[in-house]
């Protein structure tokens, strides 16, 4: 694992290092205190970035990351920039003025991550083939097929959205926005009542029976916080 901590406080940044070295074995911490607009960031699993960073913009950094499976923690000591976070496929927030507190949440989470990342599915019976729930994008049905969609790959299974549906949506994450769409909230960077846009790009339109579908949406972002 690479953890990189993009903060212009030196007392704070080594702190944070020293909290993070006592939770994450194997793992390399970078520290950048200045230069932050020099930085190569492609290779990081998590990033720390303070938002009010003197010689930059934390959020105009954070979106400059463009490897998508980088998670994003940003870190300030005014809350009420989470606000200015919205554009950002933002991990976690951490307040400078409850540091322990909100770490020990954000470790609470990646806990609740892992599990769920071991969670399977089995697509293919006969050749012992799973998915697992976390790689889920969305799923699309047609006829008696439905296709579930990861970053890379497409598989595909003969049975219905129903029973896909009473398979998935049990799970917080999963919602059925129309007669054939299954997304997975995980990936959502754009949600209203008309559309729902994924992190690749695709968009779907949302059903009218889909009523409470921002009420889920916002539950799974308090229960993954």
Request: glycine share 0%; charged share 25%.
């Amino acid at each position: 694992m690479k953890i990189g901590i993009i903060d212009d406080d030196i007392s704070f940044s080594t702190q944070l290092k020293n909290k993070i070295s006592l939770y994450f074995e194997n793992t390399v911490i970078d520290v950048f205190n200045e230069k932050f607009e020099t930085l190569n960031l492609m290779e990081y699993d998590y990033l720390f970035i303070d938002i009010m960073l003197l010689q930059v913009s934390g959020i105009e950094l954070a979106k400059k990351v463009k490897n998508k499976q980088t998670k994003i923690i940003f870190v300030s000591a005014n809350e009420a920039l989470v606000y200015d976070c919205f554009d950002i496929h933002l991990y976690f927030f951490i307040r400078k003025a409850f540091y322990e507190e909100d770490f020990n949440r954000l470790l609470s989470k990646i806990e609740k991550d892992e599990a769920e990342s071991n969670k399977h599915y089995l697509i293919d019976e006969k050749n012992h083939q799973y998915i697992r729930y976390i790689d889920i994008y969305y799923i699309q049905s047609h006829r008696n097929i439905c296709t579930f969609y990861t970053k890379d790959q497409e598989f595909q299974q003969y049975t219905t959205l129903k029973k896909c549906a009473e398979h998935f949506c049990s799970n917080i994450a999963f919602y059925k926005i129309n007669s054939y769409t299954i997304i997975n909230f995980k990936y959502v960077t754009k949600i209203n009542h008309q559309s729902v846009t994924l992190l690749n790009q695709y968009t779907f339109n949302v059903s009218r029976k889909a009523k409470d579908l921002i009420e889920k949406y916002h539950t799974y972002r308090r229960y993954i916080q």
